[in-house]
């Protein structure tokens, strides 16, 4: 199974960047769409951006795909999130999760395997 492990959250201010990283230390990276999810306080995990294995299909969430980027280095065996221009609703706990397929899906319940979650928190 992966094992995934989130780095790179932290405290930074209104309209800084961050740039989120999750490795997979156990299984073959490539056999996995990976997604990225986030927990603001008080809600619930919601959808960020997805890609397939290839890294060829690329999904966001539509209020955030101006200033986010999702990508994957094979190599690496890592995907990163890229966020630019940050505001406090972007304050939340981000998870990395993998599933065995094609499709990089948007739904938490298709991902078999979860990181245990970066905290970032953007202050105004």
């Known amino acids: 199974q992966a094992q995934l492990a989130e780095t790179g959250g932290g405290l930074v201010q209104a309209g800084d960047s961050l740039r989120l990283s999750c490795e997979d230390s156990?299984?073959?990276?490539?056999?996995?769409?990976m997604g990225w999810f986030r927990q603001p306080p008080g809600k619930g995990r919601e959808f960020v951006a997805a890609?397939?294995?290839?890294?060829?299909?690329?999904r966001y969430e539509d209020s955030v795909k101006v200033r986010l980027a999702i990508s994957r280095v094979q190599a690496k065996n890592t995907v990163y999130l890229e966020m630019n221009n940050l505001n406090p609703e972007d304050t939340a706990v981000y998870y990395c999760?993998?599933?065995?397929?094609?499709?990089?899906?948007?739904?938490?319940?298709?991902?078999?395997?979860w990181g245990q979650g970066a905290r970032v928190t953007v202050s105004s």
């Open positions: 999760a993998a599933r065995r397929g094609v499709v990089p899906e948007i739904i938490p319940g298709a991902y078999e395997f």
């Open positions: 890609i397939s294995r290839s890294g060829a299909e690329i």
């Open positions: 156990e299984y073959p990276f490539s056999i996995f769409a």
